[in-house]
């Protein structure tokens, strides 16, 4: 599974791993009341049992499955993912190999979004934006991201380390890198990151998640969003 996010971005599906029969074996197992044919059918008082997991807040069974995905994103997405500590993160690193030259360009639509109830997504100045002053801002931001990529090119050009050389590229060049968490903590993720407070950009990378989830654990994406 893979699915485009913004304008260069994506999400993979890399490895799953469990279902939802794995998370009710694990409860019934603490019980003693493990069963031998888990995963392959249905048992009497799953759905009920499963419910009652989630809605007590008894996550711990949750932590037996989960997924591996790879992410492609503007670096200040991945700035915002990362203070999801409970996650294992593997990036790609500029240390190693150049960045390439992608880098995010909202859209005119996407500009002109803004709330009165979320302070980070308003104007700080209370200046209705305008079409113009947007078009105006696109093409100084495609300047800045072109003389930033000859600026990075020269240096490499010039022998300077890899390391060093990317020191003034900007948070909306695009990155990779692979995630990994068990399904207690992506609906954690999902919680925070699909929530209307939460910056569009990630929102749309979250949205990819949760419908990896709904494939996959369908009847935990249920609770989740009952």
Known sequence: MKELVLDHGYVELIQ?????????????????????????????????????LYEHKHFTPFEMAGLIVEVKAPIFVFREWHRHRTQSY??????????????????????????????????????????????????????????????YERALSYGIPKELARIHLPVGRYSRMRASANLRNWIAFLTLREDENAQWEIRQYAHVISDFIKALFPRTHQLYKA
């Open 90 to 151: 593997n990036e790609m690193s500029a240390r190693y190999i150049p960045l390439p030259d992608e880098n995010y360009i909202p859209t005119v639509e996407r500009l002109m979004m803004t709330s009165e109830k979320n302070k980070q997504a308003g104007s700080n100045t209370g200046i209705k934006v305008t079409e113009q002053s947007i078009t105006s801002y696109l093409d100084s931001l495609h300047d800045m991201y072109e003389s930033q990529q000859q600026l």
């Open 16 to 52: 799953p791993w469990g279902s939802d029969s794995s998370i009710i074996e694990a409860a019934r197992m603490s019980t003693n009341k493990s069963f031998t044919n888990w995963g392959t059918e249905e048992n009497p008082g799953d759905e009920k049992l499963l419910k009652y």
